[in-house]
């Protein structure tokens, strides 16, 4: 599978699960397993939890 971003191949785990984060060798960009069917990944932009620092 490749990054949506930059194109670069991804490596995806075989034992990877639903909800996995994985990121780019290239870019960096995070994407969130979003469904796993076999080898069939689906993936959706990680999002990213900024701290509030409690304000």
Same mark, same amino acid.
């Not at 996995?20 to 960096?28: A, Y």
């Not at 080898?39 to 509030?52: F, P, R, T, W």
């Given at each position: 599978?490749?990054?949506?971003?930059?194109?670069?191949?991804?490596?995806?785990?075989?034992?990877?699960? #639903? =909800?996995?984060?994985?990121?780019?060798?290239?870019? =960096?960009?995070?994407?969130?397993?979003? @469904? @796993?069917?076999?080898?069939?990944?689906?993936? @959706?932009?990680?999002?990213? #939890?900024? /701290?509030?620092? =409690? /304000?």
């Amino acid at each position: 599978m490749n990054c949506p971003e930059c194109d670069a191949a991804l490596n995806i785990p075989d034992d990877a699960s #639903v =909800g996995e984060i994985v990121s780019c060798p290239d870019c =960096g960009a995070d994407y969130e397993i979003a @469904k @796993k069917d076999g080898s069939n990944v689906e993936l @959706k932009q990680a999002e990213s #939890v900024g /701290e509030d620092w =409690g /304000e």
